[in-house]
């Protein structure tokens, strides 16, 4: 069945370094892949999301890279602050349930002072 | 827009009853789901539904079941509730264009069955 893995599963960072997080995917048909963050006891929100047609995208400091080819995304994060701490879901829509949406297991990242 | 609205926000369960979290969203998105989210842990699909009449399952399904009579509504039922069902539920919709847009979840619902 469709499968997210996502790595690592927490990450500690200083601020001002970049934080970059990974996950593969198992059906190669799949088009779309958002990434959201969730403080803690909150809600997970939308931070920004890339389709199967382009291969990067950025905004702001945040940024997506997608290969389709290997079947992986990842999240950059550049000048960290306290305030990126949390965690930190990828998911992705499968060709053939393009109405479900699968996420990873998540990151706790951690900016430190 | 309220967006996507739960009901409640927190309850405490016994062994074996039964409850119905509520979620209705103001956005006349087509696609709504249901995730749990235990402790620590990633989400994990329940039920979703494409449409008013349409509903699947999702990946964790056992022991939930779902309606959707409208639009905006899509309530998830616990039949006989258990300690495993203690989680954080979140309900989330999106508007289910041909690449699929943003998920909007709803605050969630922090259950507890003892």
């Known amino acids: 069945g469709e499968n997210v893995e996502q790595h690592p599963s927490t990450l500690s960072v200083q601020e001002g370094d970049s934080a970059v997080i990974k996950c593969t995917y198992s059906d190669s048909a799949s088009n779309y892949f958002p990434w959201y963050k969730q403080e803690l006891g909150k809600r997970p929100q939308l931070i920004i999301d890339?389709?199967?047609?382009?291969g990067e995208k950025k905004d702001q400091r945040i940024a997506v890279t997608l290969n389709k080819t290997a079947k992986h995304f990842s999240l950059h994060i550049t000048e960290t602050q306290p305030e990126d701490s949390a965690v930190y879901f990828c998911?992705?829509?499968?060709?053939?349930?393009?109405?479900?949406?699968?996420f990873g297991t998540g990151t706790r990242l951690q900016v430190t002072l | 827009n309220a967006g996507v609205t739960q009901t409640p926000k927190f309850r405490i369960l016994k062994i074996g009853q039964s409850m119905t979290l509520q979620c209705t969203q103001d956005?006349?998105?087509?696609?709504m789901y249901w995730y749990r989210q235990d402790p620590g842990m990633g989400l994990k699909l329940i039920y979703y539904s494409v449409g008013a009449g349409i509903t699947d399952k999702g990946e964790v399904p056992n022991g939930y079941n779902v309606s959707r009579s409208t639009t905006e509504d899509f309530p998830l039922r616990l039949e006989l509730a258990a300690p495993s069902q203690t989680s954080v539920y979140f309900c989330?919709?999106?508007?289910?264009?041909?690449?699929?847009?943003?998920?909007?979840f709803g605050q969630g619902t922090r259950l507890t069955v003892v």
């Open positions: 998911a992705a829509t499968f060709t053939g349930t393009a109405s479900k949406l699968t």
């Open positions: 890339i389709r199967s047609n382009v």
């Open positions: 989330a919709s999106a508007t289910g264009q041909y690449f699929n847009t943003e998920a909007f």
């Open positions: 956005m006349n998105h087509n696609y």
